[in-house]
């Protein structure tokens, strides 16, 4: 099998889903080495596709390449999270602005107008069902991707997103923990809507600078996170992120 087939057998791609989610779920120690000769047996693949799959999460950063060879697992600080989420707002900026440039016709904008619509329903019912409001908001984000029609920028997103907490919809589940969630979605549901109508009237600029702002709104979470250790423990990827002391919150506002 050449490398080519390798990096895409099933082996490889398995180990890539199972540990991924053993890494997210704090099965390994932040600092701790992962070693193939323990993780093959533990996931039932062989070597070859495993030493790939290290390959493709230390891509992803979930991992750390040691000097003297092998793979550590990585940790983060609340200033990494905060820099995730502020290149994230730059990209969805960057995709608003492409799709208030590019869109045509009325059924590209669907699904943009289906989860604004069925995110407004949600709310006007209590927000009953908060599971189904989460899976509105990717749809929202996955269709602006759609709508700015640029592969460069899909996989420049891919990459950014590619940590759990830089996606934007980790901290709008840590969010169930907030007494004040529903002031937050309200204003977070009135950018969706802004950014729709400024797409749809192709005012480009304003469509960016409000995707920008509409990422801000985790920043402002990350910091009640950061203070509530429930709300925390709910953000995917909790048990890498790293907490030097209590004044981590003041230190990203300084």
């Known amino acids: ?5 390798e990096s895409r057998s099933p082996q490889m791609l398995r180990a890539v889903l199972q540990l991924r989610e053993k890494l997210l779920a704090g099965a390994f120690v932040p600092g701790e ?17 495993l030493r790939l799959a290290l390959g493709v999460l230390e891509h992803e950063g979930l991992l750390r390449t040691l000097p003297s060879g092998g793979f550590v697992v990585r940790d983060f600080t609340a200033a990494d999270i905060a820099d995730a989420i502020e290149l994230r707002g730059v990209l969805e900026g960057t995709a608003a602005r492409m799709a208030a ?11 943009l107008r289906d989860a604004v619509a069925a995110m407004d329903a ?20 996955t269709g602006l991707l759609i ?3 640029s592969p460069m920028l899909s996989r420049a997103m891919a990459q950014a997103t590619a940590l759990p907490f830089a996606s934007p919809s980790a901290f709008v589940r840590a969010q169930a923990e907030l007494e004040e969630r529903r002031r937050v979605l309200v204003i977070a549901q009135d950018q969706h809507r802004c950014i729709l109508d400024a797409i749809v009237a192709r005012e480009s600029g304003r469509a960016e600078a409000l995707a920008r702002e509409h990422a801000r709104l985790a920043r402002r979470n990350l910091d009640s996170a950061l203070r509530n250790r429930a709300m925390l423990e709910s953000v995917p990827g909790a048990a890498l992120i790293r907490q030097n ?4 919150a003041d230190a990203l506002r300084a």
């Open 1 to 5: 099998m050449s490398n080519a087939d």
């Open 33 to 49: 080495r992962v070693a193939e000769l323990t993780l093959a047996p533990l996931l039932g693949v062989s070597r070859t596709p």
């Open 101 to 111: 440039e590019r869109w045509v016709g009325n059924r590209t904008l669907a699904p």
């Open 122 to 141: 949600l709310m006007a019912n209590g927000l009953e069902d908060f599971a189904l409001y989460v899976a509105e908001n990717e749809r929202f984000h």
């Open 147 to 149: 709508l700015a029609a």
């Open 245 to 248: 002391s209590e004044n981590d």
